[in-house]
């Protein structure tokens, strides 16, 4: 069976089909930069057009960058502040004409790591963070999703956020070498090993297939291990959604 997955981020939106049963890509994956205004309107319409781009009609997972309660949008994060409290699986199934599950995007690579990936045969307490323009957790007890945990939300020294001091957007932001933002990475890492305690760290995002740069920087006691489905756990993880939030 193959489902139409889409990935939106702060910088893209990125879609593709995929084979529900192996949780690979069936079709090239299609990238649409996300609009600059980051507004709920603008986004739909990209939302449609990765659709139709597939020429897909049935049921379509999204993963979104916010907390995503019951399909609604409960916090800003990095968009614009129009998505606060709207029900973002309406939005985008009027934009297209199909059913939409939506869920957080960290949550949706961390379903594809833990069912098709390198957390296949993980249990006890596992968390998956993602780092690109914010940063991610998807939290997995036994396999299955405790929704909406937000690490990246953490306060830190001056930040209101440690996402604003760690995530990669950070790190190109202020050029920072693979060395100096593997250690701020460490001090997040460290925060999380404090606060949940996990059996295990799994780290997705596109800087992950660096993860050798700075891995010497990573010292926290808790197994670190990089994702292994490159650039497409989110693509896949918002396509399982569709039957994993039944
Ligand atoms: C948001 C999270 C999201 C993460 C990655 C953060 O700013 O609060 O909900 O998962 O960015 O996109």
């Known amino acids: 069976m193959e489902i139409l997955g889409i990935d939106i981020g702060g910088s893209g939106m990125k879609g593709a089909l995929v084979n529900i049963e192996t949780g690979e890509l069936t079709t090239e994956r299609y990238r649409i930069p996300t609009p600059a205004s980051r507004k709920p309107e603008d986004m739909a319409k990209v939302f449609k057009d990765l659709v139709n781009h597939f020429n897909y009609e049935g049921s379509i997972g999204c993963g979104f960058?916010?907390?995503?309660?019951?399909?609604?949008?409960?916090?800003?994060?990095?968009?614009?502040?129009?998505?606060?409290?709207?029900?973002?699986?309406?939005?985008?199934?009027?934009?297209?004409?199909?059913?939409?599950?939506?869920?957080?995007?960290?949550?949706?690579?961390?379903?594809?790591?833990?069912?098709?990936?390198?957390?296949?045969?993980?249990?006890?307490?596992?968390?998956?963070?993602?780092?690109?323009?914010?940063?991610?957790?998807?939290?997995?007890?036994?396999?299955?999703?405790?929704?909406?945990?937000?690490?990246?939300?953490?306060?830190?020294?001056?930040?209101?956020?440690?996402?604003?001091?760690?995530?990669?957007?950070?790190?190109?932001?202020?050029?920072?070498?693979?060395?100096?933002?593997?250690?701020?990475?460490?001090?997040?890492?460290?925060?999380?090993?404090?606060?949940?305690?996990?059996?295990?760290?799994?780290?997705?995002g596109g800087v992950s297939k660096h993860y050798k740069k700075y891995e010497k920087q990573i010292k926290i006691e808790t197994p670190v291990k990089p994702a292994n489905l490159g650039n497409h756990a989110g693509i896949i993880g918002a396509a399982a959604a569709v039957l994993k939030e039944k």
């Open 65 to 204: 960058p916010t907390i995503i309660k019951h399909g609604v949008c409960k916090s800003v994060s990095n968009l614009n502040k129009g998505w606060l409290n709207l029900d973002t699986q309406k939005l985008f199934s009027n934009a297209c004409g199909q059913p939409v599950t939506v869920i957080n995007d960290a949550d949706a690579a961390g379903y594809a790591v833990m069912n098709y990936g390198i957390g296949k045969d993980e249990n006890g307490f596992v968390i998956m963070i993602t780092i690109g323009t914010g940063i991610g957790s998807g939290a997995f007890y036994n396999g299955k999703l405790i929704p909406n945990f937000e690490l990246g939300q953490i306060p830190y020294k001056k930040f209101k956020k440690i996402e604003h001091w760690t995530a990669d957007s950070i790190r190109q932001k202020e050029h920072l070498s693979f060395k100096r933002w593997g250690k701020r990475l460490n001090t997040f890492l460290e925060l999380v090993d404090t606060i949940v305690c996990p059996d295990l760290i799994i780290l997705g």
